[in-house]
């Protein structure tokens, strides 16, 4: 292959300098957001800036074999066109209000990024030694195979150079000098330095050649070994499905994560052990017929995962996580057919492999180009699919809907939002269109966003807008008037607005006198209980309780609140102070 011919001396200096220009790119991008330059100061300037500095130079970096080759400046203009169009259409979609999580948007358009860039760069160096865009499948896995090492063992020198670093600096200061120290934490020097150490990470990568073979070959005998205990994991769990149901599988909650990743371990390791499909079978008879039925099993697994998440659906209706989830299914299933079609079907089924793969891998190049433009956006998907489901006769959106359209849904997601909260039958319902309002004027979803939230300015107002739990004591004015008086302590005015404000009476401290507690039931994943002592003849907070809240916890946490049921859990040993420091009785 082409690849293991020497680079010339220009192509290797020009990808040490096109590494430390990527570095000089990344840091004016970092510079420009921490002073508000344009365009880094709107988050979709910065997504395409960052796209095309990671995806363009990253794809020159691997694939440069001649600064003259046409074909070479080509795939950079292509790759930034390509990428750059994925990158305007989810920025816009992760942006139009501050408190968007953007991260629920752009997360998945990074990570499907990278795969969609590394599945089609060995094409693109196909073309660059073949002429052509359809090569001989076996340069296409050594491209692969080639590009994976070479990013794994960049990753490695550069941690190992910031390791070196790191003790340059420490060494020096021992006798003084914080020079060196200080200097390698400046921002210019860590984005110079990375993008010089990644380009000479990339050159041994790519010129290296035995070192590569070797790690190849060390990760190769890795697989060959677990293939034959993952094909019997995968058979004794089939085997296992007939005597334990399936209704276990379902109370996991986590079926679906689970047997995808065994069919993602078990493809990846068929496909390290049997390579381009050319060679014979590395196992005896009875493991490789072992290894044949797991692959036979492969579409049992997909079929199963792809119901869980079926089962989902019907309950709950898509969201954005969930269609990809099914999208990632959906791949990994074709994957599952076709190589259990090939065991099938040939006496010698590896080198059905080859076209299988070639096939799904452009199949996963279109899939992603789908999932981040308007046909597939999982985004668009889930909020119709949330809007339908809230629409239907009988349906109420309970705080997880709100919070899924206000904030983890992008763009489509808060102006749905927004058209749910005009609807008539939302506006009449006092305690929808109260969450709906609150999530909407928020303006960051984590924390205390006080100044989006109502106060109440009467005691008549406060005591409308707190419920009490059976068998709490009745409220009393001065509680009340402490309670106005203080709405930016926790929980935050949680009595300015009908909703989910809880009060609570326990004894707290054994003294025969009851405390108060406020309880907030208005937050996603946590329930906040502000703490009120009467001492001398005012009501003080003394401070608050949290739970966490995820899940099914989070329904019966709440349920208990609004119950009134809970119990004081009273320690036998006290504390001892010694010395000022206080140490606690433990098991």
């Keep these: ?105 752009l997360g998945p358009f990074g990570v499907t990024a990278c795969i969609a860039l590394f599945v089609a760069l060995p094409y693109l160096q196909a073309r660059l030694e073949h002429g052509r865009w359809c090569a001989p499948y076996g340069d296409l896995f050594e491209n692969a195979w080639q590009n994976a090492i070479t990013l794994a063992l960049t990753g490695l020198f550069v941690g190992i150079v910031w390791g070196v670093l790191a003790l340059w600096g420490e060494l020096f200061k021992l006798i003084g000098i914080h020079f060196f120290a ?13 993008g010089c150490m990644v380009g000479l990470g990339i050159l041994i990568g790519r010129t290296q050649h035995r070192a590569v073979q070797i790690a190849r070959q060390i990760l190769l005998a890795i697989g060959k070994g677990l293939l034959p205990l993952l094909a019997l994991i995968a058979l004794l769990f089939v085997v296992a499905l007939p005597f334990t149901g399936l209704e276990a599988l379902w109370k996991t909650k986590r079926a679906t994560a689970i047997l995808l990743w065994l069919i993602v371990l078990m493809i990846g390791f068929v496909n390290a052990v049997y390579q381009e499909g050319g060679k014979a079978a590395p196992y005896p008879r009875p493991l490789r017929l072992a290894v044949e039925a797991a692959l036979v099993t492969l579409p049992v697994y997909a079929a199963l995962a792809i119901y869980a998440l079926w089962l989902r659906y019907g309950q709950y209706g898509w969201t954005g996580d969930r269609f990809m989830a099914l999208l990632v299914a959906i791949v990994l299933a074709a994957y599952a057919v076709g190589y259990a079609w090939s065991v099938v079907r040939r006496q010698t089924w590896q080198p059905a492999f080859g076209r299988i793969n070639v096939a799904l891998s452009l199949g996963v190049i279109g899939l992603v180009v ?23 006769p009988g349906a109420k959106p309970n705080l997880q809907d709100i919070t899924y359209l206000r904030f983890d849904a992008g763009r489509r997601g808060v102006d749905s939002l927004k058209a749910l909260r005009a609807e008539p ?50 409220l009393d004015d001065a509680w009340l008037q402490a309670l106005i008086d203080a709405q930016e302590t926790p929980p935050y005015n949680c009595v300015g607005g009908p909703g989910e404000c809880i009060a609570l009476s326990p004894d707290l401290d054994a003294d025969g006198k009851s405390e108060r507690l406020l309880c907030d039931l208005r937050e996603e ?33 709440r349920e208990a609140i609004r119950a009134g049921k809970f119990e004081v859990n009273r320690r036998r040993w006290s504390d001892i102070v010694v010395a000022g420091d206080s140490a606690s009785v433990s098991p």
Aim: aromatic letters at 10%; a positive charge; one cysteine or more.
């Design 1 to 105: 292959m082409s690849t293991d011919a020497p680079l010339p001396r220009p192509v290797r200096q020009f990808i040490v300098l096109l590494a430390l220009l990527q570095g000089l790119l990344l840091y004016i991008a970092d510079y420009g957001t921490r002073n508000d330059w344009w365009p880094f100061n709107e988050l979709g300037g910065r997504v395409c800036w960052y796209t095309l500095v990671l995806a363009v130079p990253g794809a020159m970096l691997l694939s440069v074999r001649d600064l003259a080759d046409r074909r070479f400046w080509q795939h950079a203009a292509l790759v930034a066109i390509g990428f750059g169009t994925l990158a305007a259409y989810v920025a816009w979609s992760a942006t139009g209000d501050p408190a968007i999580d953007s991260g629920e948007v």
């Design 182 to 194: 200080d200097l390698f934490k400046e921002r210019p020097f860590a984005y110079l330095a990375t």
């Design 370 to 392: 789908l999932m981040n433009t308007p046909p597939l956006d999982p985004h668009r998907i889930g909020v119709s699919s949330q809007m339908a489901r809230l629409h239907t």
């Design 425 to 474: 039958a939302i506006a009449n319902d006092t305690s929808v269109a109260q969450q709906i309002d609150e999530k909407l004027a928020r303006k960051n979803r984590w924390g205390v966003d006080a100044q989006s939230r109502k106060k109440a300015a009467t005691l008549a107002e406060a005591r409308a807008n707190v419920t009490l739990a059976p068998g709490t004591e009745p």
């Design 525 to 557: 994943y946590n329930v906040t209980c502000g703490v009120w002592t009467l001492g001398d003849g005012r009501w003080q907070s003394v401070g608050n309780l949290r739970w966490q809240t995820y899940g099914n916890k989070s329904h019966r946490v």
